[in-house]
Every structure is written in structure tokens, then in C-alpha cells.
């Protein structure tokens, strides 16, 4: 009889050797990309990202399924030309990441970036009571941290390291280059707190799914599951959550950097469920920016990976019918 309980996988061990080769082909290929301007690259990038949609096909048909769900009312061309594009974007980012340090100073900010309702935040931010900053995996996510380490501001930015210790450490150099620090997810916990009572401003990349144990909340018309850390922060701490954005204009390197919501400690005071109502929140105000241009979200991100107990059976139990009708 077969053992009902799923095995965990063993996590591959890294050879050194082999991550450290990796690291130097890293290099040569910044070197060789470094010969050409900003925007060749960014076409070069959407060719990459074209490929990639045409041969990635366990991606694309993710990324296919996720639209078709959360767009019922798409037809199936936009479905298929706005998940390419997504594909395109997330090809620009790298280039993006690698580019922001040698273009963005302080002084040149204007000719690379565009700001929509971020006054209030940014004096939240100044004001140093703590803030946190919540985004998506929506266009160039990467520069608004950068941003704001430009000006100065105390941010920390919770990340997931790369499994390539190498090219992990070099990237977040990278990032870390305008002044932001970046904290491995993996021990970011015990230190969370403290940061944001010393008035920090902590930003978040908040629509990944949280597992079984995650708040399910409404994204798209689908419950997802979402991490509770966020919503604890902000009602222990009795600190406000900023919800921001990048959007790409064009295929340029230019960005409209936006606030489209700022949850403050007032809002959920009264309510039955603060927790709850305080991830269902930031969760909407995410999809509101999403929904203004759809082709610069993560579609082939497992979002929707884990369903609530009560759904998931509902689930099954349609399969075992049509197994039935079908043996039938």
C-alpha cells in the first residue's frame, strides 16, 4: 500500500564550484550589456521575454490560467497578448536592477521617474513613527526601494535570498547601493519588530502565497492565501501600511512611482476582525493598481496555489464526479 503522506522533497545541495561559475558568467554577461545603452537592452530584454513566453510552456500556461480566471471577461486574444507582455516586463526588470545604480542619482531622478500621491507618505516616512510599505510583483518593484534609500530614508526590505550564495551577495550590493538594506526573509521575524518601533520604514513584495496557514482574502475574484505578518506588524506597533507602485511607461527605463492607499491605525481600531480586514485591504488596493495595467503583473506567480479547506474539498469532490461520470 502506497504511503498517503506526501514526502518532502530533499533540498539539492548546492556545489560551490558550480555556483561560483554561474557568479562569473553573471559578470561577463553584465560586462557585455554594459557596452550598450539602456534602452537597446530593454529591446533586447522583450526578444528574451518573447522566448521565454514561446518556451517556457509549464509558465505560460500559469500565467494563461491565472488570466483567464481573474479576467472572465477577456477574450482569449487580449488574454494571450497580455500575458507575453507579462513575460516582456518581467525580462526588463532584470535589466532594470542591474542598470539603476550607474543611471538613478539624486539629482537625475526627474528624467527617469514620475510621482503620483506620494506627499503623505512620504511624510509619514519623515515623521520616523514607522511605516510599512506594501507593493506586488508588478513592474519594476526594485527601483521604489531604491528611491527611497536615494533620499535618504531609514528602509529596510524584506527579500527571499537566492539559493546561489554568489551572485545572491552580489545582487543585493546592487540593491543595496542608494542606501536601502536588505534582510533575508528567513530571519527577518525576530527583527521586524524592533525595526518598526524604532521608526523604520519596512517594505514588503506582498502577494506571494502564505500556505495553509495564511489569511484567505479576496484577489481577483479568488480567495489567496496571504501572509499574516503584515497586518500583526501594523496592529501591534500601531503603525500605517502604504500601498505602492511602479509602473512602467512604454518600454522605457521611466516609472510612475504611486501611492493608491494608506491604511492608518484609526481604520481598523473598531473592527470585528482587524487582521482580517487589514490583509483584505491592502490585498484590493494591490488589484486596483493591477487592474490599471494588468500586463506588468507576475501572472505565472502560483498565487492562488493554496485554496481554503471548504473549497478545496468542494473541489475534489467535482473531480471524483467526473471520474465517475467518465467511468460511467
Request: net charge positive.
Amino acid at each position: 500500500m502506497a504511503d498517503s503522506v506526501p514526502r518532502k522533497r530533499k533540498k539539492k545541495k548546492h556545489n560551490p564550484f558550480t555556483d561560483w561559475l554561474g557568479y562569473i558568467a553573471l559578470r561577463i554577461v553584465v560586462v557585455f550589456l554594459y557596452l550598450f545603452d539602456i534602452e537597446t537592452n530593454l529591446k533586447t530584454a522583450c526578444l528574451l521575454g518573447r522566448l521565454l513566453w514561446k518556451y517556457y510552456h509549464r509558465g505560460r500556461k500559469r500565467a494563461l490560467d491565472n488570466l483567464r480566471a481573474s479576467f472572465p471577461e477577456k477574450s482569449e486574444q487580449w488574454i494571450w497578448q497580455t500575458g507575453r507582455r507579462c513575460f516582456e516586463h518581467i525580462a526588463m526588470l532584470a535589466i532594470d536592477v542591474l542598470f539603476t545604480p550607474r543611471l538613478v542619482k539624486r539629482y537625475n531622478r526627474r528624467n527617469y521617474s514620475e510621482y503620483k500621491n506620494v506627499e503623505r507618505a512620504k511624510w509619514l516616512m519623515q515623521e520616523g513613527r514607522g511605516l510599512l510599505m506594501v507593493a506586488g510583483h508588478y513592474s519594476n518593484f526594485e527601483i521604489m526601494g531604491y528611491l527611497l534609500g536615494l533620499f535618504g530614508f531609514n528602509i529596510y526590505t524584506i527579500a527571499r535570498p537566492l539559493d546561489n550564495k554568489f551572485i545572491n551577495k552580489y545582487l543585493y550590493d546592487v540593491r543595496e547601493a542608494a542606501g536601502q538594506t536588505i534582510i533575508d526573509k528567513k530571519g527577518a521575524a525576530g527583527l521586524m519588530g524592533k525595526m518598526a518601533s524604532s521608526g523604520a520604514t519596512l517594505c514588503f513584495i506582498a502577494d506571494q502565497d502564505a500556505g495553509r496557514k495564511g489569511i484567505f482574502v479576496d484577489f481577483f475574484g479568488r480567495k489567496a492565501s496571504t501572509y499574516k505578518s503584515i497586518g500583526l506588524l501594523a496592529i501591534t506597533y500601531n503603525i500605517p501600511i502604504c500601498v505602492g507602485y511602479s509602473r512602467r511607461v512604454d518600454n522605457r527605463f521611466y516609472f510612475e512611482i504611486g501611492v493608491n492607499r494608506i491604511i492608518l491605525p484609526e481604520e481598523w481600531a473598531a473592527k470585528d476582525d482587524p487582521l482580517e480586514w487589514v490583509t483584505a485591504e491592502y490585498t484590493k488596493a494591490i488589484e486596483e493598481f493591477v487592474r490599471q495595467d494588468p500586463s506588468q503583473y507576475w501572472w505565472l506567480h502560483r498565487r492562488w496555489k493554496h485554496q481554503p479547506k471548504e473549497k478545496k474539498q468542494k473541489t475534489q469532490l467535482k473531480a471524483k464526479v467526473k471520474t465517475k461520470k467518465a467511468e460511467s
